[in-house]
């Protein structure tokens, strides 16, 4: 049972232009989300969160949207550069406590 | 700040052998976690401990993996026998813990393990 999705496995862009990356969950639980991104060879890094209770959260060149109705949140990074790419991991966490339910990634290519 | 630390990086071992990983979490996280991440997967959660407590083990395989901190800093994760599914990056995460609803996870370099 795949709580979390990450229905592109991959997206290639623009230097310069925007990148979107989307996630979507089934499990109503979740009230905290996170985007980690991961470099080959490292562990995954911290990139941005949202709480349940905001629809956007800003932090520099990211951007992380959530729609809790639809159960969908998507990461937006203005303008794309070609350090950010790597394979970006949405997860989730319950109210409960800080266990992490991650999806499957999504490998970002920026084209210079 | 030192990061997570894990060792070794790489390890290949044969089917039915016994390997350990080691974790050294950043100083003064309570809560480690250990992860399995299986290419073209997202990390699943093996275990999560609150210093040397088992907080969840649902996931881990119990009749092959175990998993001990000791003293509520440092933890290994063993497997014993492994078998050809377990190839995979095992990722030790630590976070601040101490009953605060979410606490940001750190995560070490992982270690790569291949099961020929």
């Known amino acids: 049972d795949q709580q979390v999705k990450q229905n592109s496995p991959s997206l290639s862009v623009q230097e310069g232009r925007i990148s979107i990356l989307n996630c979507d969950y089934t499990n109503s639980m979740f009230d905290y989300f996170l985007w980690y991104k991961k470099y080959p060879a490292e562990g995954p890094t911290f990139l941005i969160s949202?709480?349940?209770?905001?629809d956007k959260n800003e932090d520099g060149r990211f951007t992380v949207f959530l729609n809790k109705s639809a159960k969908h949140l998507s990461l937006h990074i203005v303008p794309s550069q070609p350090g950010d790419s790597a394979v970006y991991f949405c997860a989730a966490s319950g109210s409960s406590g800080d266990k992490l339910t991650f999806g499957t990634g999504t490998r970002l290519a920026v084209r210079p | 700040e030192a990061g997570v630390a894990q060792s070794p990086r790489y390890k290949i071992i044969e089917k039915r052998q016994s390997v350990a990983f080691w974790c050294n979490p950043i100083s003064g996280h309570a809560t480690l976690y250990w992860y399995q991440q299986i290419l073209g997967q997202g990390p699943k959660l093996l275990i999560q401990f609150q210093n040397n407590g088992v907080v969840d083990d649902s996931q881990l395989p119990k009749d092959r993996f175990s998993a001990e901190r000791l003293k509520g800093v440092d933890s290994t994760l063993k497997i014993q026998p492994a078998k050809l599914e377990d190839s995979a990056v095992y990722l030790c995460a630590s976070s601040l813990g101490g009953g605060v609803s979410y606490n940001e996870q750190f995560f070490g370099p992982g270690t790569r393990l291949t099961v020929l």
């Open positions: 949202i709480s349940s209770i905001k």
